[in-house]
């Protein structure tokens, strides 16, 4: 049981370059989250689904892409890198029968943009 | 939307007791989170309130007071490991996750 895991651990882009960020989770969690986490200004939403096949906006949707094909897993995409993308990217996901609904965190992402 | 702040930064000895303290301003309240995070690691969930009152699990502790906007997180025997940023979040009830909202964190040090 790895929980959630999240690829690649690093990565270094160059203005204009485009990525795309995978997270999986193993415990049949419903809900799944991507968050930004930059020095001085906590974890905000980027995107988040609440389901196979359904994606919404978080707090900071902007330049970003994401897409739930399966269940298990949540792609985060930037069509078009920028520096102000560079950043810790965090998946996590929680489980829609859950009463506490925890949040479970994937091990980070550090991307620069150059 | 939803505001919550919390201290930039805390010291204390090894051993001793802390309180970290969040105050937040919600349009709509489902639960606060603590969440405990060491550098360069994921953050990993402490404690959940949705009820007034305290919440006891082995050394922390987590408090809330809904009518005042208030939680606090208590930490005792501190130990060198309990050096981590601690955020506080709470659940909002619009939208049709529970997302959560998070505070720039806390980062605790404990001294020798």
């Known amino acids: 049981n790895a929980g959630v895991t999240q690829t690649p651990k690093f990565r270094v882009l160059k203005t204009g370059q485009s990525m795309t960020l995978l997270c999986a989770q193993d415990?049949?969690?419903?809900?799944m989250y991507w968050y930004r986490q930059d020095p001085g200004m906590g974890l905000r939403l980027i995107h988040y689904?609440?389901?196979?096949?359904?994606?919404a906006k978080g707090e900071v949707p902007d330049g970003y892409n994401v897409s739930r094909l399966k269940k298990q897993n949540f792609l985060l995409g930037l069509e078009s890198a920028a520096p102000s993308q560079t950043s810790v990217y965090f998946c996590a996901s929680s489980s829609a029968g859950a009463f506490t609904d925890t949040q479970y965190f994937g091990p980070g992402t550090r991307l620069t943009v150059l | 939307g939803q505001n919550i702040d919390q201290p930039t930064e805390m010291t204390a000895t090894e051993g001793a007791i802390v309180q970290i303290n969040c105050t937040y301003q919600?349009?709509?309240?489902?639960?606060l989170f603590w969440y405990q995070q060491h550098a360069g690691e994921a953050p990993t969930f402490l404690s959940y309130n949705v009820l007034d009152g305290l919440e006891e699990k082995g050394r922390f502790s987590s408090f809330l007071s809904r009518s005042k906007g208030y939680s606090y997180l208590l930490l005792k025997e501190l130990q060198m490991k309990d050096s981590a940023s601690y955020l506080c979040?709470?659940?909002?009830?619009?939208?049709?996750?529970?997302?959560?909202?998070f505070g720039s964190g806390t980062q605790l040090t404990v001294l020798p």
């Open positions: 415990m049949n969690h419903e809900y």
């Open positions: 979040a709470v659940r909002g009830i619009s939208g049709s996750a529970r997302q959560l909202t």
């Open positions: 919600t349009s709509g309240f489902n639960g």
């Open positions: 689904s609440v389901g196979e096949g359904t994606t």
